[in-house]
C-alpha cells in the first residue's frame, strides 16, 4: 500500500505522545480510508502550490525561454544570484510601484475599512421587514459581479458621455467632461472607491453576525435609562463589536501589499500608468508579457517574502490581542 | 419626550444613509441596463438616467448571434457545471479527513495546507509548472487547480467539528468504516455549508478571466469575463485614439456601436448572477456565519 511513503511523519514534533511501533502502524491501517479521501487534496496542492515554490529558483538564474523544460533548466542555466533583485532595486521602478501599491492599499483601507461597519451599523438600526432585506441583498451584490463586469460600469459611469460628468455639466458645475480616467493621482482614489463600492456590503457581514451576538438585555436596560437610539449605537452595539473590528482591522494591514491585480489591470490606461501601476501589474507585465521570466519571478519572490512576514507578524499581533480582549 | 424627538431626527439620518448607499450601489447597475436597451444614436446624446430613451435591442441582437460570445458562454457553463461539485467534494473529503482529531500526524497536514494561505510561488513559477503539466491551453487547466481551496476546507471543517462525536462514535460501534462514515452520515448534514462553498466556487468559475486570458491561447477555450475583457481592451485603445468623434461617426450609421455592444455583453454575463444570486444568498448568509466566524 502507499500508506507508507506518506506515513513518514516529517513533522514529528507534532505526533502525539503515545508512539509505539505498533501503535502507529496500527493506528494509521485503521485510518487508511481517511488518507485515502485526503489523497486527491494532497496531491492537487502539492502540484499546484509547493511545486510552483519549488520553481522560485527561477528568480536566482537567467531562465531562456527556449532553453529546455523549465525543470531541466535547474540543472543546466546558470546561477545569477541576487543579480535581478539588484536589478529591481536599482532600475527606478521601484520606488514608483511601491508608491502606487501602498498608496492605493492605503487609501482602499482607509475608505473600504470604517464603511462596512457603519452600514453594518445602520443596517441593524433598521427594523426588520421587506426592506432591510432588500436593501441587504442590493448591498452585497457588487461583491458577486467580476471585476471585468465592475470595471466595465465604472469606466462607462466616468466617461465623457457617461452619468458622472452628464450630471456636473448639466448642474453647470464644469464646463467641459472631466476625464476622470486619464488623472493620474485620481485613480488611486478611484480603485479606493471602487474597492468599498464593491466589497462594502459583503464585509458588512462578518459585522453583522457579531452584532447578532449581542445580548439584548444590554438594550433593555439602556432604554429603561432613557437612551436615545443613537446612544444605544454608540456605546453598547460599537463597543461590543471592537474586538471584532481590531482584529479584522490587524489582518487588514497584513494584506497591504496587496494591492490587488484585476482592478488595476482593468481600469488602468497608459495616460496613468505611471500612478497605476502595482506589484502584481507590474510582475505580470514583465514577467509574462514582456518575457521577463526570471525578472518576473524575482519580483514575485521579493512580494511573497515580504507580505508573508507581514502576515505572520501581524497574525501574532491579533492572537495576542485576541486573548486580551477575552478578559 | 426629547429621547423620542432624538431618536427620530437620527433614524431620518439612518434612513438617509440607507437610501444614499442603495441608489450609489444600485444605480451603476441600472445604468448599464439602460444603455444596453438605448439605441447607438441616441446613448452618444448621453443624459441617461433614468430609462432607455430610444428602446433598441439591435445591441443584444448583435451580441446574440456572435458565436465568439456563445463559444464563450459554453466554455465558462462547462467550467462551472464540472468544476464546482468535483472542488466540493475533493474539499469536503479533505475537510473530514482533517476535522478528526485521531488522525495521524493531523497537525502537519493541517500546516502543509494552511502554509499555502500565506506564501506562494507567485505568478511566473505557477505559469511555468502549468506549462509543464501541459495544462496551458488546455480546458483542465480551468478545472484542475481550481479543485482545492485551503479557505474553503477550513470552513467546512470547523463545521464539521462542530457536530456531536457521538454520531461517528455509534456509527463506529455499528461497524462503518470512515467513508461510510463521511458519505452516508457527515455529508448530508454538512449541507448548508457545502452548498454555500459550492455557491462561491461556482461565481469564481463563472467569473473568472485571468486564467483564461494569460493561461489559454485558442480562441475556443475563452470564457465569456475573458471576452469581456477583450470588449473592454478595445474600447479603451479605441477611446484614446479620438474617442466621440469617431465612435460618433461609426454609430451614425448603425443602431448600435461599440459602447452598446459593450454594455450588451456586460449585461449578459452579470444576468445569470443576478437572477440566481437572491434564492441562494440566504443559504450563502447562514453558511458564512456559521463557519466563518467561529474559525
Redesign the interface.
Known amino acids: 500500500m502507499n500508506m507508507q511513503t506518506k506515513a513518514h511523519p516529517e513533522g514529528s514534533g507534532a505526533l502525539a505522545v503515545k508512539r509505539n511501533r505498533g501503535g502507529l502502524l496500527g493506528r494509521l491501517k485503521e485510518q487508511r480510508l481517511l488518507y485515502v479521501l485526503m489523497l486527491p487534496a494532497i496531491l492537487l496542492t502539492l502540484m499546484f502550490s509547493y511545486v510552483p515554490m519549488f520553481g522560485l529558483y527561477m528568480a536566482f538564474i537567467n531562465y531562456q525561454p527556449g532553453g529546455g523544460t523549465f525543470f531541466k533548466q535547474f540543472f543546466t542555466t546558470d546561477f545569477v544570484g541576487l543579480q535581478w533583485f539588484h536589478y529591481f532595486f536599482t532600475n527606478g521602478d521601484f520606488v514608483r510601484i511601491m508608491r502606487n501599491t501602498l498608496a492605493q492599499s492605503f487609501l482602499s483601507l482607509l475608505f473600504g475599512f470604517p464603511m462596512p461597519i457603519i452600514l453594518a451599523l445602520m443596517i441593524n438600526e433598521l427594523r426588520t421587514g421587506w426592506f432591510k432585506r432588500t436593501f441587504q441583498t442590493v448591498s452585497y451584490m457588487p461583491h458577486f459581479i467580476s471585476w471585468v463586469i465592475a470595471a466595465n460600469i465604472i469606466i462607462t459611469m466616468l466617461s465623457s458621455g457617461g452619468v458622472v460628468n452628464n450630471i456636473l455639466t448639466g448642474l453647470h458645475i464644469i464646463d467641459e467632461p472631466f476625464q476622470f480616467m486619464q488623472k493620474g493621482p485620481l485613480f488611486w482614489w478611484i480603485i479606493a472607491f471602487s474597492n468599498a463600492w464593491k466589497d462594502m456590503g459583503f464585509n458588512a457581514i462578518m459585522y453583522l453576525a457579531a452584532i447578532a451576538a449581542i445580548n439584548p438585555e444590554l438594550y433593555e436596560v439602556a432604554k429603561v435609562d432613557g437612551a436615545s437610539r443613537l446612544k444605544q449605537m454608540l456605546h453598547i452595539t460599537l463597543p461590543s463589536i471592537r474586538p471584532t473590528i481590531i482584529i479584522l482591522a490587524i489582518l487588514a494591514v497584513g494584506g497591504i501589499l496587496n494591492a490587488g491585480f484585476d482592478q488595476q489591470y482593468l481600469l488602468q490606461n497608459n495616460t496613468v500608468m505611471e500612478y497605476s501601476e502595482v506589484i502584481d501589474t507590474y510582475t505580470y507585465k514583465y514577467g509574462l508579457q514582456n518575457g521577463m521570466f526570471s525578472y518576473g519571478a524575482a519580483v514575485g519572490l521579493f512580494k511573497s517574502v515580504v507580505a508573508f512576514i507581514l502576515v505572520i507578524t501581524v497574525n501574532q499581533m491579533a492572537k495576542k490581542m485576541e486573548e486580551q480582549s477575552l478578559f | 419626550m426629547v429621547?423620542d424627538k432624538?431618536?427620530f431626527l437620527?433614524?431620518g439620518a439612518?434612513y438617509t444613509?440607507?437610501v444614499a448607499?442603495?441608489i450609489?450601489?444600485?444605480y451603476?447597475?441600472w445604468?448599464?441596463f439602460i444603455?444596453s436597451f438605448n439605441s447607438a444614436e441616441d446613448?452618444?446624446r448621453?443624459?441617461?438616467?433614468l430609462w432607455p430613451r430610444e428602446f433598441s435591442l439591435a445591441s443584444y441582437k448583435q451580441i446574440l448571434t456572435d458565436s465568439e460570445i456563445w463559444t464563450a458562454i459554453r466554455v465558462t457553463l462547462l467550467r462551472t457545471i464540472i468544476g464546482t461539485p468535483l472542488a466540493v467534494i475533493?474539499?469536503s473529503?479533505?475537510a473530514?479527513?482533517?476535522s478528526?482529531k485521531?488522525?495521524?500526524?493531523?497537525?502537519?497536514?493541517t500546516?502543509?495546507?494552511v502554509f499555502?494561505m500565506?506564501?506562494?510561488?507567485?505568478?511566473?513559477?505557477?505559469?511555468?509548472?502549468l506549462?509543464?503539466?501541459h495544462l496551458i491551453d488546455s480546458f483542465m487547466v480551468f478545472i484542475?487547480?481550481g479543485?482545492?481551496n485551503?479557505f474553503y476546507?477550513i470552513i467546512i471543517r470547523t463545521f464539521m467539528q462542530g457536530l456531536p462525536q457521538e454520531l461517528d462514535e455509534s456509527a463506529k460501534m455499528d461497524g462503518a468504516?470512515?467513508?461510510q462514515i463521511?458519505f452516508r452520515i457527515i455529508l448530508p448534514l454538512t449541507t448548508p455549508v457545502l452548498a454555500t462553498i459550492g455557491l462561491f466556487t461556482a461565481?469564481s468559475h463563472?467569473?473568472?478571466?485571468?486564467d483564461s486570458y494569460?493561461f489559454t491561447y485558442n480562441p475556443d477555450l475563452k470564457t465569456l469575463?475573458a471576452v469581456?475583457?477583450k470588449i473592454?481592451n478595445q474600447?479603451?485603445t479605441g477611446?484614446?485614439v479620438g474617442?466621440?468623434q469617431a465612435m460618433a461617426n461609426s454609430a451614425k450609421r448603425m443602431a448600435v456601436s461599440p459602447?452598446t455592444i459593450?454594455?450588451a455583453a456586460?449585461m449578459v454575463?452579470?444576468l445569470p448572477?443576478?437572477m440566481v444570486?437572491?434564492f441562494l444568498?440566504k443559504y450563502f448568509?447562514k453558511g458564512?456565519?456559521l463557519g466563518?466566524?467561529k474559525s
Open positions: 429621547k432624538k431618536d437620527f433614524m439612518v444613509f440607507i448607499i442603495f450609489v450601489t444600485f451603476p447597475f445604468n448599464i444603455i446613448t452618444l448621453g443624459h441617461l438616467y475533493v474539499i473529503m479533505l473530514f479527513a482533517l478528526k485521531e488522525l495521524v500526524a493531523n497537525r502537519f497536514w500546516l502543509y495546507f499555502t500565506y506564501f506562494g510561488g507567485g505568478l511566473i513559477p505557477y505559469y511555468m509548472v506549462k509543464s503539466y484542475v487547480p479543485l482545492m485551503v476546507m468504516n470512515y467513508l463521511f461565481i463563472w467569473n473568472s478571466w485571468f494569460v469575463q469581456l475583457v473592454l474600447y479603451q477611446s484614446m474617442d466621440a459602447d459593450r454594455m456586460t454575463a452579470t448572477i443576478i444570486y437572491p444568498q448568509v458564512m456565519t466563518a466566524v
